[in-house]
Structure formats: structure tokens, C-alpha cells
């Protein structure tokens, strides 16, 4: 099994950022690949940023593109989300996620989920 543990959120003005970590523990963390969802009250789950198992392939919902960041440090067993200008809609729990593939997580269907860290953003 795989354990994740988010943290970083916070609240922050529109145009601020914040960076979110992700802590994995139980597994070979090398080799999952990983990723970033959220969820705002009254709505789906939907991802947010996804990156392979080395680093090589990432991918990004449009909303988010230009302004997150995905990395990770296997050195760490961490996960990184920086998240730059951002705007009152971002505001949602984000939850960490990891998968096999890349293609996985970016569907979602993902076994292993973090609790979740709020982050609200203020106008």
C-alpha cells in the first residue's frame, strides 16, 4: 500500500501562489507516477496535474496551464504543486494521487489518494 499525506494549502489573495507537497511513504515511490486533483463544494473531483514515474512526461488541465507546476523529488518521496497567480475559482481541497501510469492518474482511477489540503483564494 502507498500512504500520501498532502500539505502547503493555505489561504492567499487572487494573484499570490502557493506550493503544495505530497508525502509518500509504503512504496517504491519511483516508480508511481503522480499527480494533483481537486475538489470545490458542489462539484466533481477533477484533475489538475499529473507527472511520470521519472519525471519525463507531464500533463496539465487547461485551466491550470502557464500558471501550476508539477515536480517531484524521488530523493524525498515528495510531490510538488506551484501554483502561481492564483485565481478565486482554484480555490478547492487538492488531493494527491498515485498510479502505475500517467495515464491513470490523469483518468482518475488511481487506488492510492491523499486526505486532501484546503486551499482558498481570496478576490
Known amino acids: 500500500q502507498v500512504q500520501l499525506v498532502e500539505s502547503g494549502g493555505g489561504l492567499v489573495q487572487a494573484g499570490g501562489s502557493l506550493r503544495l507537497s505530497c508525502a509518500a511513504s509504503?512504496?517504491?515511490?519511483?516508480?508511481?507516477?503522480m499527480g494533483w486533483f481537486r475538489q470545490a463544494p458542489g462539484k466533481e473531483r477533477e484533475f489538475v496535474a499529473g507527472?511520470?514515474?521519472?519525471?519525463?512526461?507531464?500533463s496539465y488541465a487547461d485551466s491550470v496551464k502557464g500558471r501550476f507546476t508539477i515536480s517531484r523529488d524521488n530523493t524525498k518521496n515528495t510531490v510538488y504543486l506551484r501554483m502561481n497567480s492564483l485565481k478565486p475559482e482554484d480555490t478547492a481541497v487538492y488531493y494527491c494521487?498515485?498510479?502505475?501510469?500517467?495515464?491513470?492518474?490523469?483518468?482518475?482511477?488511481?487506488?492510492?489518494w491523499g486526505q486532501g489540503t484546503q486551499v482558498t483564494v481570496s478576490s
Open positions: 509504503g512504496g517504491t515511490f519511483r516508480s508511481y507516477a
Open positions: 507527472l511520470g514515474w521519472n519525471g519525463a512526461m507531464t
Open positions: 494521487a498515485a498510479a502505475a501510469a500517467l495515464s491513470i492518474v490523469v483518468r482518475g482511477t488511481t487506488d492510492y
